[in-house]
């Protein structure tokens, strides 16, 4: 039987993570790695979803670590409620689980999480994962190469990625972003963008998915190297898991909404900058870079 306030431990000055498990066990070890590895961060375990509403009440948090199975209701619900709280509209909610890559290939799970931890990888992995969010480099200033043929649309898109301390760089087809990549590739071997950000159906000869093929097929960069968020107004879940099992970290649902655009794409710069430093500048283990591919 859970208490009915929130357990807190303190290890120093922000930042504040709630961690929302049914298991006592899970609670204790996740304190446990996050209090050595993660000293200045203040826990907040909760053992259900009514703890973890409780507890944010109490004051807003930098990240949310939840089950997808609570006792009370799911990890995605409690993300939805999350949501709808004043406060932060794009603090990060992370689901550990262990069918994360079955769940994201379904496209079974909501927009409300932003991403998902594989609990097979282990709490070790888990803490350096946590370190992206609350420790790791400060995403803002990110460059983002961004490929959308409305000149509309990328208008409105470019203002709410700016708004948020981000450099965009517009091209109207996948061919135009391409060559630019493959200067880079020629230069450097390394892309000049953070992320790309891309429209899968384009007026050119190529698509979003043709994107993906060359970029993680010609180029080589993965996931971790070179992150890839797809737009689609495709609600198929099929048509979803191709552009996912083809290389995309991550879709956004048209039409695009601020709040999931931001989050989505501060998240990967986040992720990719911190298993690029963890590398060495090389890209991460296939493991990894499968887990964090939603």
């Known amino acids: 039987m859970t208490s009915s306030r929130p357990a807190v431990h303190v290890a120093g000055d922000s930042p504040r993570i709630l961690v929302v498990d049914g298991s006592k066990v899970v609670r204790m070890m996740i304190g446990k790695v996050l209090a050595r590895d993660v000293p200045d961060a203040r826990v907040v375990a909760c053992g259900s979803g009514a703890e973890a509403l409780q507890a944010l009440e109490a004051g807003p948090v930098d990240l949310v670590i939840t089950a997808l199975r609570l006792p009370d209701l799911d990890g995605q619900a409690l993300a939805a409620q999350v949501r709808a ?26 927009d409300d999480i932003t991403d998902y931890f594989d609990k097979s990888l282990g709490y070790e992995a888990l803490a350096a994962f946590i370190r992206g969010h609350v420790g790791g480099p400060d995403p803002s200033g990110g ?25 965009v760089q517009h091209v109207t087809s996948v061919e135009d972003a391409l060559a630019m990549l493959e200067t880079d590739r020629a230069r450097s071997g390394l892309p000049a963008c953070d992320l790309v950000l891309t429209d ?74 911190l298993l690029r430093a963890r590398a060495g500048g090389a890209p991460a283990s296939a493991p990894a870079d499968a887990a964090l591919a939603a």
């Open 200 to 273: 899968v159906y384009l007026k050119g000869g190529m698509t979003g998915h043709d994107l993906l093929g060359q970029v993680r097929g010609a180029l080589g960069w993965g996931r971790d190297r070179l992150p890839v968020l797809v737009m689609t107004g495709d609600e198929n879940p099929a048509n979803q898991s191709a552009l996912l099992r083809a290389g995309a970290n991550d879709l956004v649902e048209k039409p695009i909404e601020e709040r999931l655009l931001v989050t989505k794409v501060l998240f990967q710069l986040r992720v990719g900058r």
């Open 85 to 110: 709280l004043p406060g932060q509209p794009f603090m990060p909610i992370v689901a550990v689980s262990g069918d994360v890559q079955e769940r994201l290939l379904e496209r079974s799970l909501g």
């Open 143 to 167: 460059q983002v190469l961004y490929i959308e043929d409305s000149r509309v649309v990328a208008m409105a898109t470019r203002r709410m990625l700016e708004r948020h301390g981000l450099r």
